[in-house]
T-cell receptor, first 113, second 113 residues
Framework: SAVISQKPSRDICQRGTSLTIQCQVD?????MFWYRQQPGQSLTLIAT?????????ESGFVIDKFPISRPNLTFSTLTVSNMSPEDSSIYLC??????????FGQGTRLTVV | GEDVEQSLFLSVREGDSSVINCTYT??????LYWYKQEPGAGLQLLTY?????DMKQDQRLTVLLNKKDKHLSLRIADTQTGDSAIYFC?????????????FGKGTRLSVIA
């Protein structure tokens, strides 16, 4: 299975600041997906990151708030900008292996105070 | 649109079987997944089933799919305390791979010793 490393694993941030989350995969993948899991909730897709093109954002998520980089086929970053307490969530990246098996990183647990 | 429903809680005694149910609405779903999330951890892919299958068994796990009723279940035989976690049902709804998953809200399984 794909090995996905996310950093940081957790952070406590002041409101108004930004945090960049890194996702490193041990193999080359076409697409990387970023999800948000709010406390006690399910996973919601934020955006799909394709190498060499702009990320595609889901309804309710915008690039100014969640800029994404995808510099190569094994790495992506998600930035949570100008944070407020409502951004406190677990953020997870995901990739597919063999087009059918979707694997997730361990997540970044963000608390905004 | 896609919608995945799960009951929120399930409590079983150690050694009994657990059955976690899921219903989905999109008949074009191609793969259906079960993930396990332990406290403070990311999502672990347990198993998945292709939509043209009725059943898949993997050690203590049995997945049953009723495509007519759009109903998916995960049976865990001989449930152990280590099985206590949140279980998410998810679907992919396009025929090509590498599409993001749609998740249910998760079923919290509590195993009583």
């Amino acid at each position: 299975s794909a090995v996905i490393s996310q950093k940081p694993s957790r952070d406590i941030c002041q409101r108004g600041t930004s945090l960049t989350i890194q996702c490193q995969v041990d193999s080359q993948v076409t697409m990387m997906f970023w999800y948000r899991q709010q406390p006690g909730q399910s996973l919601t897709l934020i955006a799909t990151a394709n190498q060499g093109s702009e990320a595609t954002y889901e309804s309710g998520f915008v690039i100014d708030k969640f800029p994404i980089s995808r510099p190569n086929l094994t790495f992506s970053t998600l930035t949570v900008s100008n944070m407020s307490p409502e951004d406190s969530s677990i953020y997870l990246c995901s990739v597919f292996e063999s087009d059918t098996e979707a694997f997730f990183g361990q997540g970044t647990r963000l608390t905004v105070v | 649109g896609e919608d995945v429903e799960q009951s929120l809680f399930l409590s079983v005694r150690e050694g009994d079987s657990s059955v976690i149910n899921c219903t989905y609405t999109d008949s074009s779903s191609t793969y259906l997944y079960w993930y396990k999330q332990e406290p403070g951890a990311g999502l672990q892919l347990l198993t998945y089933i292709f939509s043209n299958m009725d059943m898949k068994q993997d050690q203590r796990l049995t997945v049953l799919l009723n495509k007519k009723d759009k109903h998916l279940s995960l049976r865990i035989a001989d449930t152990q305390t280590g099985d206590s976690a949140i279980y998410f049902c998810a679907e992919s709804y396009l025929n090509s791979g590498n599409t993001p998953l749609v998740f249910g809200k998760g079923t919290r399984l509590s195993v009583i010793a």
